[in-house]
């Protein structure tokens, strides 16, 4: 795991410094070794700059940029089945200097060229320059686990794990993309492939980028997509049988994730998918794995006795990290310099933590990112499932009434529910639902906060164009689509990728800490989307698959509990503990002089949530990420 940045100049008129100081941005990303290099060539100026964070090969064998015959690379990630394929590369005459899985990249790209990916199960992106065929191919993974940034204007041609490196070249033009605050303001991410400035981009997950340095074009191409799993009939394997598949697929790539040559951990939260990977691992070892839970019992968030009890039955070496309410608020302030494009979930404080308290202890931690996105674990595809059908036959006069009520009542004023977690956010998601519960607007409600329509009064500007996002995707073909399969791939290529990987991505390399995530193995969706909703949404269950291979190994009674996931009180913390960020960040004289947003529909804001709209707690929250990455970077 490390950072990535350089540069592509054709002008010829960037520095070893400017090189230098890219890179050097990024040394939480690999605190363990630094290299650049320079080159300068017939058709641009080439830089390469690596931070190392020292996994695999610990010798200076493993150093970066990197160098075989006529090819040069630079790459963050990890390849887990590496030596399999260095095996293979050694039996055709390939012969290696070191054990790093970067060189064998380097020896698989000279044998079969880009078609060498397909070998590949990893997390990694990539950049590779080619002397001989003049090209630089840059790549990133399947699922899009690990970033890539890049940028195009004119002669200039940037790349990067972060977009806090970009700012350190001074040919970058740092001009805010007014569509992408839009679409921020919906999602609280920017979607891939958009980016907060114009010019700048995200590779998609499954594509690859060639740049040809003969005449600087680009040529992007798709590799793999998660809808060819999708759009393909189901198996007819009887469920003992997918059960068993199932967990002989899950157990291959925990195992895989445990490949280090340092000491690896898992975060145990004490639900079903951090419980999974933690069972699959543990069932073969006699020595105990190292697992983490974290605890902030001022805010109510606090798994840790559940995590205890399955850690306790597994036998595992099990630490818990409690930490305070204001240890939580006190990060806020530097989430603008980890998260350096706008981001908004706040479960980032808490991630960051567990990273941080870990990190004291192993270099590399397992999570169980994407159980949910893969086996039907969301409150959302329940809803979808019970209640999708019986809103559509509500007459719409009733259901378009049943929002009119909503409107008038505030969520604050709601006996006992007002108390739930989330119930503020999902009451104002309702009446989307309410107005229009096609699988699509549903989709479209429960994600975001604004429609395009109500856009139009936060934003000065009205007329902008609204993003095209995977969020409207119709790459599901009719004959293999339902309501849940439905939401369940628009997941994997939207708030997986732009709100969860990013951010376990931020918060792990905050504290130079590796995740790994066995749930986004490209095998594991591949045969999970073939499986019957019945098998992962079963009378009612979520998850049901991968529930019952967790009672195998840990009681029933030991893990049914309600979903608690990584809650943060921030309708509590805005009136509260950050009332003076918000008055400091969203004050008249700031929103004026930015000119991006219409005091009038902030300051109705901010009065309507003080004023015991507490509905509106995210959609402020929202507003106060973006102020403080604007303070932070646009200053």
Known sequence: ???ITGFIDFARSSSENTLERMTN???????DGSGIQLLNEAKAQIGFGHRRLSIIDLSEHGTQPMQFEHLWICFNGEIYNYQEIKDELSSLGHSFVGGSDTEMILHAYAQWGKACIDKFIGMFAIVLY????????CVRDRAGVKPFFYYKQGDLFLFASELKAFHQHPKFQKKINLAAVGAFMQYGNVPTPHCIFEDCYKLEPGHSLTLNLENQTVQIERYWNVYDAYNQPKTSISYEEAKTETEKILSSACEYRMVADVPVGVFLS????????????????????????IAVPDIGLNEAPYAKDVAKHLGTDHTEIECTQKDATDLIVDLPFYYDEPFADSSAIPTTLVSIMARKHVTVALSADAGDEVFAGYNRYDYLMRYGKKMEQLPGFVRKSMAGMMDLIPSDKIPVLKNKYNFHNRYEKLKGILRNPSSEQIMLSLSQQFTDEQLKN???NANFEALPTHYRSKELKAEFSTPLTYMMAIDYQTYLLDDILQKVDRATMTASLEGREPFLDHRVIEWAATLPDDFKYHNGEKK????????????????????MGFAIPIAHWLQNDLRELVEEHLSEKKIVEQGIFNWEFVAKLKADFFGGKKEFDVKLWYLLMFQMWFGKWMA
């Open 544 to 563: 049901y698959i991968l529930k019952e291979i967790v009672h195998d190994y840990i009681p029933k009674e030991l893990m049914d509990r309600p979903k």
């Open 1 to 3: 795991m490390c950072g």
């Open 458 to 460: 936060v934003l000065k």
């Open 270 to 293: 004490g639900g079903y998918d951090s419980a999974c990977v933690t069972s699959l691992l543990q069932k073969n070892r006699t020595e105990k794995l190292k697992t983490f839970t």
């Open 25 to 31: 941005t990024l040394f939480h990303r690999g605190p």
């Open 130 to 137: 080619d002397t001989k065929a003049n090209t630089i191919f």
